[in-house]
């Protein structure tokens, strides 16, 4: 099992996600930015990591909100969802194919990979977590 973690981050609004690049695991959808925990870290530690690699940006890592079992053919994830904001810098996608604000009424429109997916089932159940706010 491949331990994930991944940022619900918010602007008004709205939520940034991302799309994965050509040549990856559910190429040309769409997650919550994150990545995989390496051996040693915490979940905020690995998002901290990942969103510095990934988008070029430091962020405050918050609340776990939700987390996942999912099984991909190719292998089974436990993925968990924290609240997060950016706390310096602007998002720019240096491993994505692209970003985007979305808002949580739209997110039926947007081909989110499907543990993202059963995220958001979770976030519809409890939309109060969707405004969380991240004080550190």
Known sequence: MIEVVAALVRDGERFLVCQRPEGKMCAGRWEFAGGKVEAGETGPEAL??????????EIAVGAQLAEVLYDYPERRVHLTLYAARIASGAPRALEHSALRWVAAEDFDRVSFCPADAELIVQLRRRPELLYTEVSV
């Open 48 to 57: 901290r990591r990942e969103w510095r690699e990934e988008l070029d940006v």
